[in-house]
């Protein structure tokens, strides 16, 4: 089976060929030099970028696959979670090809392919397990007890961890996207110069939260004043040890509770190295079975969504011409 994934549902215009199971190719156009002065995706130049260059991007992955639209065996496209504008254009595209070859196509939910990210770079992952999707726009636990089976077991009450980034960045001054910036400087400090707070949540839910830390680093560094290079890097170290920390913490726990002993860590924020490294230390040391797709296929792309439209394709599900785009399509 080949498929043709197509990924538009923020900042990133991605397609990618599957033939089955092994990716032909992947192609992903990055905006960051579009939004990086803005500090922040801003929707409607981020739609209006897609528009400019999706079917450029098509036609490069069907040409690093060797393989024409007619040999395709079906089309994946983003349907939600995301920018309702941007996910229309890849929709519209998803649409067009599948209309003019009659081809089968399917819609994906976005969190759904960062999973099926886990099983592109290890196709020995079972289940039952329990997905950390972490990233700038989510940060959910889900139970994944069977093939394409989700169960939200908890999630951000406010800000998103990878939001958290861009918005300390963007305080700190280090630029967009704030992430990648943010682990860089971080590098140079003491993850325990600085208690930043670790949010509790007083009823138990094993969900997260990260706007009082993002409030706790704003309050501290108006109260410093301007700062040194060194100051800035204890900042980025102790903010990004405390966002571990709460992730670490708070996946482990749901993994006791559900009787869970996999954990799969994915999204664009499991590209950071010190979430990795200390996601797998934990699990180490409770004799926990851990995995995280390549940075690569942690940001945004459209190999996981030809690997999640394939599975639906295999199993006989099919999306009529009528199919919506949903800014806040739910997994589960």
Request: aromatic share 6%; charged share 15%.
């Amino acid at each position: 089976m080949r498929v043709l994934g197509i990924e538009t549902s923020c900042d990133e215009t991605a397609a990618a060929v599957l033939e089955d199971g092994a990716l032909r190719s992947n192609v992903v156009l990055s905006q960051d030099a579009v939004h990086r002065s803005y500090g922040g995706v801003v929707p409607e130049l981020a739609s209006r970028r897609h528009l400019e260059v999706v079917l450029p991007v098509v036609a490069n992955a069907l040409a690093d696959a060797g393989v024409t639209l007619p040999e395709l065996d079906g089309i994946a496209v983003t349907c939600g979670p995301g920018l309702v504008g941007s996910l229309l254009v890849g929709l519209s595209v998803a649409k067009g090809f599948a209309y003019a070859h009659g081809l089968p196509f399917v819609g994906v939910n976005h969190l759904e392919g960062h999973i099926f990210a886990g099983f592109l770079a290890d196709p020995g992952l079972s289940h039952p397990f329990l997905a950390l999707v972490v990233s700038g726009g989510h940060t959910a636990l889900y139970a994944c007890p069977a093939p394409l089976s989700y169960r939200l077991i908890g999630q951000t009450r406010d800000d998103a961890a990878g939001e958290a980034f861009d918005k300390v960045a963007k305080l700190l001054g280090l630029g967009y996207p704030g992430g990648p910036a943010v682990e860089r400087v971080a590098r140079e400090g003491d993850p325990k110069a600085i208690p930043f707070p670790v949010a509790q949540i007083t009823d138990g839910a094993p969900d997260f939260s990260f706007s009082g830390l993002k409030t706790a680093v704003s309050l501290y560094v108006r109260r410093q004043g301007p700062l040194t290079a060194a100051q800035t890097a204890d900042v980025c170290a102790s903010f990004q040890g405390t966002v571990v920390k709460m992730l670490v913490r708070k996946t482990l726990r749901a993994a006791v509770r559900h009787g869970i002993r996999r954990i799969l860590l994915t999204g664009g924020v499991a590209a950071n190295q010190a979430l990795r490294a200390a996601l797998e230390a934990e699990c180490a040391e409770r004799g926990y079975a851990w995995s995280a797709p390549p940075p690569v296929l942690c940001t945004d792309n459209a190999a996981m969504i030809a690997a999640a439209g394939a599975a639906r394709l295999a199993r006989g599900e099919r999306a009529d011409l009528a199919l919506n785009a949903r800014a806040t399509l739910p997994l589960a």
